[in-house]
């Protein structure tokens, strides 16, 4: 027995490598998946980023409720376009802190009813409202309600 039967060979056989032509099947292959992958890849990055920014302003919140109980005094909260400052009560000229905004979101001018918050000493707040803001993600809201309860919603 001189030569090997194709139990003996193996599953490819005597063959050392991919011919050309299987490689290009390959190479076509990948090049689908990744036109199809990449797209939808970066539209997540999008969506995690305008996440990520929305939960950045709301701990701004936060902060200015946290640092009104701290001080024992009011504290305001400013959103100008792309800035927000964080300032002592009636007195806008006393900044505590200055943050600016991710370029992922936008203010929506037309849906949102305030853009200026302010905490008392007691981190309760009278002014009350909705800050609407857009980006790749959709929609989401900050809602500042009865008397210290700060929320996100979605759309």
């Known amino acids: 027995m001189a030569g090997k039967s194709g139990l003996e060979k193996g599953f490819f ?3 050392r490598g991919l011919t050309l032509m299987e490689l290009m099947i390959a190479l076509a292959v990948f090049a689908i998946l990744c036109g199809i992958g990449i797209p939808r ?3 997540q990055v999008q ?3 305008f996440q990520s920014a929305s939960l950045e302003l709301y701990t701004i919140f ?3 409720k946290s640092e009104a109980v701290r001080q024992g005094r009011d504290v305001g909260l400013l959103i100008d376009g792309d800035t927000v ?3 002592l009560g009636g007195n806008e000229d006393v900044v505590l802190r200055t943050f600016q905004l991710c370029r992922t979101i936008r203010i929506n001018e037309a849906g949102s009813n305030k853009k200026e918050f302010v905490f008392n000493r007691r981190g309760m707040t009278t002014s009350w409202g909705t800050l609407v803001f857009e980006g790749a993600g959709g929609t989401r809201k900050i809602v500042v309600s ?3 309860n ?3 919603e979605a759309g």
């Open 47 to 49: 969506r995690y980023r």
């Open 85 to 87: 400052r964080v300032f």
């Open 146 to 148: 009865s008397p210290a």
């Open 150 to 152: 700060i929320r996100v």
């Open 41 to 43: 890849f970066q539209e």
């Open 62 to 64: 936060l902060f200015t």
């Open 13 to 15: 056989g005597s063959q």
